[in-house]
């Protein structure tokens, strides 16, 4: 069972929090959606110490505890300066892993104060779970708060190692995740209506699996309807599609299924894009809304065309449309590239939720045991020292 901060007493989180978000986003989303519980910890009193990363760092190493070498995009300074813009209260970067003056700054600071550490994926530890760089972390703090479901499908040291040397909680974000899509699991209303797409239909093939006997129809567009048109018989030429037998294997049963509505009409690409399906037409537009229409549950993860350019959005814009013309239904979408093209278009309000996740939503849909949510169990009434120690 985890112990979220709503529950926890406001005693209780007067120390110093070590605070794992994910800024790890174009713009600033997945900060915004964090925003609340910066400021229930705030108001508890507590001094916070944030954790997050950004993409993918190499080629860099950490030369005398500085990072050196790495991209200057991949630094976090900037997203210091926004998170204190959206809280209203000074946050202060620190660009550098010497902890034992990190944790002599910390103890200095006034109550209330806000620190942000540089990308943790600078570390070797952090992507590798390390128990010795998750128990450094902890020593920073009295105790940790998870607020990052993006990252949780994640057994990172910040996500996962760290809640074993202080107690820990789950975020207002993360509680609101955990209770949104588990709306589409258990026991969701009827018709229940999943559409995949995106480029990768090996992606969804777990969301597939779960959703088989809980699900009445899967739209597909994007690649994952390509693959299943060519397992099919039909000729998708040169489109997007998967080559790999195994995942050819695990999708054949989709070809034979009923509940499985594929796209009737294309649009195809022209030029260098010659002989690639880059959206659907205008029929099979139709034949989506109309399933969107009747649902009473919707879950959307990926987009149906080539949304890049606008001339291939076109699918997508009807569908998201649909979705906000049901009132009736719960509707769930996430990932960058989906709640990206929505806000660009405005057209996330029609959502009943969207998750911050991409991958972690897609890992929690499919019935998935999340690292960093197996790690809150339990760990939230222990009695422990700072650090672990």
């Given amino acids: 069972m985890i112990t979220y ?14 605070l794992r978000l994910d800024f790890n986003t174009k713009d ?78 910390i103890a200095a600071a006034p109550k209330g104060s806000v620190f942000l550490l540089d990308n943790l994926r600078f570390m070797p530890g952090e992507e590798k779970n390390d128990p010795a760089f998750a128990r450094t972390l902890a020593s920073l703090a009295d105790y940790y708060v998870n607020d990052a479901f993006a990252v949780s499908h994640r057994a990172n040291a910040s996500v996962a190692a760290v809640t074993k040397f202080l107690p820990s909680y789950g975020g207002l974000e993360l509680q609101d995740e955990i209770d949104g899509l588990s709306r589409a699991i258990v026991a969701p209303a009827h018709p229940v209506v999943l559409i995949l797409g995106g480029a990768k239909a090996s992606d969804k093939l777990g969301v597939i699996r779960h959703f088989r006997s809980r699900a009445d129809a899967f739209l597909l567009g994007g690649g994952s309807a390509n693959s299943v048109l060519a397992l099919r018989g039909e000729d998708v030429k040169a489109s997007l599609r998967e080559t790999d037998p195994k995942i050819l294997a695990a999708l054949k049963p989709l070809a034979r299924d009923p509940k499985v509505v594929l796209p009737v009409d294309f649009v195809w690409g022209r030029g260098k894009d010659a002989g690639k399906i880059l959206d659907l037409g ?55 590239e989906t709640v990206m093209f929505l806000k660009k278009y405005k057209l996330d309000e029609g959502f009943s939720f969207i998750s911050t996740g991409g991958g972690a939503m897609l890992d929690f849909l499919a019935g998935e045991r999340l690292p960093g949510i197996a790690a809150l169990e339990g760990r939230g009434a222990r009695k422990t020292k700072r650090g672990g120690k």
């Avoid at 949304?307 to 239904?329: C, D, F, L, T, V």
Wanted: no cysteine.
């Fill in 5 to 18: 901060l709503r529950s926890a007493t406001p005693s209780s989180l007067a120390g110093t929090a070590l």
């Fill in 28 to 105: 600033d989303w997945r900060m915004r959606a964090v925003v609340p519980t910066v400021k229930f910890l705030l108001k508890a009193g507590a001094t916070i110490v944030v954790v997050s990363h950004r993409g993918r760092p190499s080629g860099g190493s950490i030369v005398k505890g500085v990072p050196t070498g790495f991209p200057a995009d991949l630094r976090l300074r900037k997203d210091a300066a926004k998170l204190s813009a959206l809280i209203g209260r000074r946050v202060a970067f620190i660009g550098h892993f010497r902890f034992s003056e990190i944790k002599a700054r």
């Fill in 282 to 336: 205008p029929r099979s537009q139709e034949i989506f809304a109309k399933k969107i229409a009747s649902a009473r549950t919707i879950v959307w993860s990926g987009p149906l065309g080539f949304i890049e350019r606008a001339p291939y959005a076109k699918a997508s814009i009807a569908a998201a449309r649909a979705i906000g013309k049901n009132r009736k239904a719960f509707s769930l979408t996430g990932g960058g």
